[in-house]
């Protein structure tokens, strides 16, 4: 690694073993380009950055370099839900029928806006083909879902709704504040926070953006694991991903992201915005958007520590594992891995093969990490794992 592709940065005393990991990371050819960011309340204590923007090494990556982040997209959806019905005055138990016409087709009635942005709604795939296109048009998502049956009744049970996530709980946004979640969120929280994050990201972020690669993290082991036991989660998820006509296999592949000429790295795409897995951010941003929402400046104290609160934990009926969600945010389970200490007061969000966020309400931190070069992980991997225990363990 050159000197311009390095690791640079900082780390505030106490906290040089986020650096340490962070490097080793690099050492052990985990990463292509990444950054990490770490604040204690409003206090910056760590801002590292690294490796190469692209995989030809043609591109180092910056201080401001911002990257592609899936899923840490749900948590700041949520953020901008909860805000709107705040805000507005919204009750969130009622019934989405009762501010979406028509959302109570084939016995969706009893569907609350907590079943949207708890992964309860029953709707974890599109039972149509939806083209990358057609999924910039938020209104015509929601319309879809609305008219579609639910896979089991709401409120009963939990699974992991990959991209159809977005386009519900989106709709709390849309239909009672009416923006979308991109330019509400570039409005009311972004750009006065002054965070480097967009839900669709523009002209100038995306041409900046790092590129998405599967260089870093080798070879993936599903077909090895999809041979284990019959009852065994991991093996029943591998089992799955295998499995074309499965919900998981359905929840993550449609819209196919094949189809489209180097997939999430597409501009067209990024500036789509999806509000689900269309997230663009530095890591000082997403660490950045933790504190804020730590701090009140997104949603009131009571009211984020209501959302906190894992509405549903147990056997995800899309992912198989273990997971526990509050309103949008996950909690620690077997798909937020998270060390022992961060168990009872972290919340956050993993992003499709590495990417994490985070806050603790309990210890004050806020933890934002992206990087272009995915690993075979569905969520956080062992990367970030790593870097958040270091978190942790430099706190004692």
């Given at each position: 690694?050159?000197e ?16 340490t ?5 690099f050492?052990?050819?985990?990463e292509v ?19 190469w923007?692209?995989r030809r090494?043609e ?7 911002p990257?592609?982040a899936?899923?840490c997209?749900?948590a ?5 839900a ?30 609350t806006?907590e079943?949207?942005?708890s992964h ?15 999924a ?20 009963t ?11 519900l ?5 849309r ?13 009311e ?32 082991r599903?077909?090895d694991?999809?041979?284990?036991p ?7 998820m ?8 499965s ?13 489209v000429?180097?997939?999430?790295n597409?501009p ?9 897995a ?39 009926r899309?992912l ?47 933890i934002?990490?992206v ?26």
């Amino acid at each position: 690694m050159t000197e311009e592709s390095g690791v640079q940065g900082a780390c505030a005393p106490g906290f040089e073993r986020v650096r340490t990991v962070f490097e080793n990371n690099f050492a052990r050819g985990l990463e292509v380009g990444a950054a990490v960011s770490v604040y204690v309340d409003d206090e910056q204590v760590v801002e590292l950055w690294g490796g190469w923007a692209d995989r030809r090494a043609e591109r180092p990556w910056r201080r401001d370099t911002p990257c592609f982040a899936f899923s840490c997209t749900k948590a700041v959806t949520a953020a901008a839900a909860l805000r709107v019905a705040e805000r507005g005055g919204h009750d969130l138990t009622e019934p989405v029928a009762s501010w979406w016409p028509g959302y109570d087709a084939h016995g969706k009635g009893k569907t609350t806006g907590e079943h949207l942005l708890s992964h309860q709604a029953g709707l974890p795939a599109f039972d149509t083909p939806v083209g990358a296109e057609e999924a910039a048009d938020p209104a015509a998502m929601a319309e879809l879902l609305a008219g579609q049956a639910p896979a089991w009744e709401p409120g009963t049970a939990h699974g992991y709704h990959a991209f159809t996530y977005g386009w519900l709980a989106g709709e709390i946004v849309r239909r009672l504040d009416g923006r979308a979640v991109g330019a509400y969120t570039a409005d009311e929280i972004a750009g006065p926070l002054g965070l480097d994050m967009w839900v669709g990201a523009p002209p100038e972020a995306a041409e900046k953006a790092a590129r998405l690669t599967r260089h870093a993290a080798g070879p993936s082991r599903s077909a090895d694991i999809a041979d284990g036991p019959s009852d065994d989660p991991i093996a029943q998820m591998a089992r799955a991903a295998r499995d074309p006509e499965s919900l998981y296999s359905r929840s993550f592949r449609n819209p196919d992201m094949t189809a489209v000429r180097g997939g999430f790295n597409d501009p067209g795409v990024m500036a789509a915005g999806w509000p689900a897995a269309g997230l663009t951010t530095t890591a000082t941003g997403l660490a950045g958007f933790y504190r804020d929402l730590a701090a009140g400046r997104i949603v009131s104290p009571d009211t984020l520590r209501a959302a906190v609160v894992p509405r549903v934990s147990g056997p995800d009926r899309v992912l198989h594992l273990t997971s526990s969600f509050g309103l949008g945010f996950m909690r620690p389970s077997l798909v937020f891995a998270l060390p022992r200490a961060a168990q009872e007061g972290a919340f956050g969000h993993t992003g499709s093969g590495g990417s994490i966020g985070l806050a603790d309400l309990d210890h004050g931190i806020s933890i934002g990490y992206v990087m272009n070069g995915l690993g075979a992980e569905l969520s956080g991997g062992m990367r970030s794992m790593r870097l958040v225990k270091a978190v942790y363990d430099s706190l004692r």
